[in-house]
């Protein structure tokens, strides 16, 4: 590189270079029984590795362009006028509950005591906020075929003191939105949409995140698309905007953006609360809120991952029916509940979620070591059942009817990966081992 180059020259060189070096990296080959195969992970390529290089050069290491792109971007996907970027998926998840708390939405705030509705089979994320805001979720039971919630129990459980239904889509798997949507407009509840595990789904051709008042998305390493942690807070309001935005970003009342002052052009022109007249609105703060942001490099990633996504998306949904197939042709369907779209969707699958049926003589926790010991990378439906773990021992919660197909997934279910980075190779081997190691423990079952 000549040192007569231009900066901005330079900076493309730096960025040629980057990307050269990142597609000189020969993939590893597939060698059956010893190569790993993961449930879930990252696809990334040489303009990902661009983008990254591009905004570090930046030296700009909070929120910035990339930032302001990526939810402008977001948001135009969902067809909604807001997405307000955050650490993760977890905390999206807090930004969108606690949106519903503030004081400006007045007689429809959540407060503690509060009922929301909820599944116990899940991540505990999704429910973690209700109780950290002081809130008592009320779980319903789910199906086993999509692994959702069941809509005549969550009508069924709601009280007068509940105010919320949160609830993610599982496995990338829609549940009923729409008839959950009408059950909480008729009931004037709050609906949180998690699609963390489920960007780009669609039901009734109308993609999930778009049925709520707030929806929430996660960029972690194992999700659709990634800028290794991440996430973003979904929303048509202008005001649950401001808000989410206000928590999100230490709980002040100012919205300029960072480097940015005086946007309101009243700086000190404001009286707020018991702040003398004038106090500089930087510093006045209207919730009690977190430092959550990004950093543009981050962002950066996710500018160029979400170019990505449709392909990330059809791929996952290949693989589903390509794995579905193989399953189907060995007869392990008749070992295993396999999973169903629910009716009316069409999934963006995160996961292939397999339940053992009852009287097979397979054991789920056996059965996921060895296909571990044989490379096929497994999980459990996350928490399971979540009341039945430690840190919901001393919870205010509520059970609407029983858990017990909760229960069963928490006992009996598992899932592999269908990822972008699973190809027909893998899906052979992870389906050959699958019926050998099923076959396996019922001929031990039977000896």
Partial sequence: ?????????????????????????????????????????????????????????DMWLTAG???DRFEEEAAARF????????????????????????????????KPGDEVITVAAGFPTTVSP????????????????????????????????????????????????ARVQAICKQHKLWLVEDCCDAFGALAEGRQVGTFGDVATLSFYPAHHITMGEGGAVLMDSPL?????????????????????????????????????????????????????KVSDMQ????????????????????????LTERLRARGLDRLFHLP?????TQPSWFGYLLTVRDGTGIDRNRLVQRLEERKVGTRMLFAGNLTRQPAFRDVNYRVHGDLTRTDKIMTDSFWVGVWPGIDDQRLDYMAATLDAVAQEMRGDEAA
């Fill in 299 to 322: 962002a950066a990633v996710g500018v160029s991952q979400l170019q990505k996504l449709d392909r990330f998306i059809a791929r996952r949904r290949e693989n589903f029916d390509r």
């Fill in 79 to 110: 067809g909604l006028r807001h997405a307000k970027l955050t650490v993760s998926g977890s905390a999206a998840n807090l930004l969108a509950f606690a949106c519903l708390t503030s004081w400006k939405l007045g007689e429809r705030r959540i």
């Fill in 130 to 177: 209700i109780v950290q805001y002081g809130c008592v979720p009320v779980f319903v039971d789910v199906d086993l075929a999509t692994h959702n919630v069941d809509v005549d129990l969550l009508e069924a459980a709601i009280t007068d003191r509940t105010r919320a239904v949160m609830i993610a889509h599982s496995l990338g798997n829609p549940f009923d939105v």
């Fill in 1 to 57: 590189m000549s040192d007569e180059q231009r900066p901005d020259d330079k900076r493309a060189e730096i960025i040629r270079l980057a990307r050269e070096y990142f597609d000189s990296r020969p993939p590893a080959p597939f060698v059956p029984g010893e190569t790993y195969i993961p449930p879930s992970g990252k696809v990334m390529d040489a303009d990902d590795c661009g983008h990254l290089i591009d905004a570090s050069l």
């Fill in 65 to 67: 362009r990339f930032a």
């Fill in 340 to 344: 169903e779209p629910t009716p009316g």
């Fill in 240 to 292: 649950l905007a401001k808000i989410a935005e206000s928590f999100r970003d230490w709980g002040r009342d100012c919205y300029c953006k960072p480097g940015c002052d005086n946007t309101c052009n009243k700086r000190f022109g404001w009286r707020l609360g018991d702040l003398p007249k004038g106090y500089d609105h930087k510093y006045t703060y209207s919730h009690v809120g977190y430092n959550l």
